[in-house]
């Protein structure tokens, strides 16, 4: 994998449900990952900064997972809501201060 | 503490013209990052300054171009403007680079 690469594009999910998506990356000269959250009309926030193999970080209902050996990380959100309707973004920290971010996973939550 | 502040929130700008858009980051932070995001495409790095020092640059033509001063402060050049300049251009601030963002509002440039 040479860019960073996140699935599905998109996914809708009924209330009350939980659901997954997956960032994929190149796991040579791994430095970090972060997730953000991004709603429309306002600025992407940081969720997660995860470094070390095996992380696991969780935010309420929100967690994620890192492997850096086969290069990909989770993000899970348990108990989906309306207001967790947004684009969720991958960066992965290549070389020295350059982050690549991926083209974001969209989910919109149905009440 | 304030966030990031771009300035202005929104820019038309006619083809062949050139634009500056500035970035304040959060007090205290460094390093200062510029992205640009079209319709279809990721974030896509433009370059990153810390302490005045551009550090790294992203695959963008010489038009692109950026600088900080003291106080942290950036500002993006975009010269010659061109239609497909038309973007979200976001500023993003951090302690020292590596150790997570903060972004502002952006600037939305359209180029007629």
Redesign the interface.
């Known amino acids: 994998i040479l860019n960073?690469e996140q699935s599905p594009q998109s996914l809708h999910v009924q209330e009350g449900d939980s659901t997954n998506f997956t960032c994929s990356f190149p796991s040579s000269n791994f430095?970090?990952l972060?997730w953000?959250r991004w709603e429309t009309a306002?600025?992407?926030?940081?969720l997660f900064?995860m470094t070390l193999n095996g992380d696991e970080k969780k935010k309420g209902r929100i967690s994620a997972t890192l492997n850096t050996k086969e290069g990909y990380s989770y993000l899970y959100i348990k108990g989906s809501q309306p207001e967790d309707s947004a684009t969720y973004?991958c960066?992965r920290?290549s070389?020295?201060?350059?982050?690549?971010?991926?083209?974001?996973t969209r989910l919109k939550v149905l009440a | 503490k304030a966030?990031?502040t771009q300035t202005p929130r929104y820019l038309i700008k006619t083809r062949g013209q050139q634009v500056t858009l500035s970035c304040s980051p959060i007090s205290g932070h460094r390093?200062v990052?510029w992205?640009q995001q079209t319709p279809?495409?990721?974030?896509?790095?433009l370059f990153?300054y810390?302490s005045e020092t551009q550090?790294?640059k992203?695959n963008f033509p010489g038009r692109f171009s950026g600088r900080q001063f003291s106080n942290s402060r950036s500002e993006m050049n975009v010269s010659t403007l061109e239609l497909g300049d038309s973007a979200l251009y976001?500023c993003?601030s951090s302690l020292e680079?590596?150790?997570?963002?903060?972004?502002?509002?952006?600037t939305r440039l359209t180029v007629v």
């Open positions: 960073v430095y970090a972060h953000y306002k600025s992407p926030e940081a900064v973004l960066a920290l070389g020295t201060y350059k982050y690549i971010f991926g083209t974001g | 966030g990031v390093s990052s992205y279809g495409q990721g974030l896509q790095f990153e810390f550090r790294n992203g976001l993003a680079g590596s150790s997570g963002y903060t972004f502002g509002s952006g």
